[in-house]
């Protein structure tokens, strides 16, 4: 039959366990005891301490998100004023936006000979200070205005 206990399982280590703590000095029997006081009591510390941070930390988070959440309401909302304004707009002819689908659709439809390039004129950006592209585009832009200036002949 098998005993449960929480010492050691063989008699002799049982024995020789005792035999150290009878032989140790009442110095460092004192040490050890107040040791494990002085560790319990860090443990103890330690785990209040930890307790709080983890308290700070939920607390931080959650005003984190909070002012995500706020932050992320506001770019909707002020996304959608600007969605709603530049759809108003005839031909959102401003710099860094191109033109509105419902109105490229309704310039496409108005078929005129030699008006092709100035529909590309128009969507593109021919300012190359403005342009924040990395790659050299001039001789593109170049082709394109006198593409728009003087157009193919069928």
Same mark, same amino acid.
Request: charged letters at 40%; aromatic letters at 6%; glycine letters at 2%.
């Given at each position: 039959?098998l005993?449960?206990?929480?010492?050691?399982?063989? =008699? @002799? +280590? =049982?024995? +020789?366990k *005792?035999?150290?703590?009878? %032989?140790?000095?009442?110095?460092?029997?004192?040490?050890?005891? &107040?040791?494990?006081?002085?560790?319990?009591?860090?443990d =103890?510390?330690?785990? #209040?301490?930890?307790?709080?941070?983890?308290?700070? +930390?939920? !607390?931080?988070? $959650? &005003?984190?998100?909070?002012?995500?959440?706020?932050?992320?309401? !506001?770019?909707?909302?002020?996304?959608?004023? *600007?969605?709603? +304004?530049? @759809? %108003? %707009?005839?031909? /959102?002819?401003?710099?860094? @936006? #191109? /033109?509105? $689908?419902? =109105?490229?659709?309704? $310039?496409?439809? $108005?078929?005129?000979?030699?008006? &092709?390039?100035?529909?590309? *004129?128009?969507?593109c950006d021919?300012?190359p200070?403005?342009?924040k %592209?990395?790659?050299?585009?001039?001789?593109?832009?170049?082709?394109?205005?006198?593409l728009?200036q003087?157009?193919? /002949?069928?």
């Amino acid at each position: 039959v098998l005993q449960e206990s929480n010492g050691p399982t063989d =008699a @002799y +280590a =049982a024995i +020789a366990k *005792a035999d150290r703590l009878t %032989q140790e000095p009442e110095s460092i029997r004192k040490w050890r005891e &107040e040791q494990k006081k002085r560790l319990e009591e860090l443990d =103890a510390a330690s785990k #209040v301490t930890e307790q709080e941070w983890r308290e700070k +930390a939920k !607390k931080d988070l $959650e &005003e984190w998100n909070l002012r995500q959440n706020e932050q992320m309401e !506001k770019n909707r909302a002020n996304n959608r004023i *600007a969605d709603k +304004a530049f @759809y %108003q %707009q005839p031909d /959102a002819d401003v710099i860094g @936006y #191109v /033109a509105s $689908e419902e =109105a490229f659709l309704k $310039e496409s439809k $108005e078929e005129s000979p030699g008006s &092709e390039w100035e529909k590309v *004129a128009q969507l593109c950006d021919f300012n190359p200070k403005s342009s924040k %592209q990395s790659k050299d585009v001039s001789r593109m832009r170049s082709v394109l205005i006198s593409l728009k200036q003087t157009p193919l /002949a069928r």
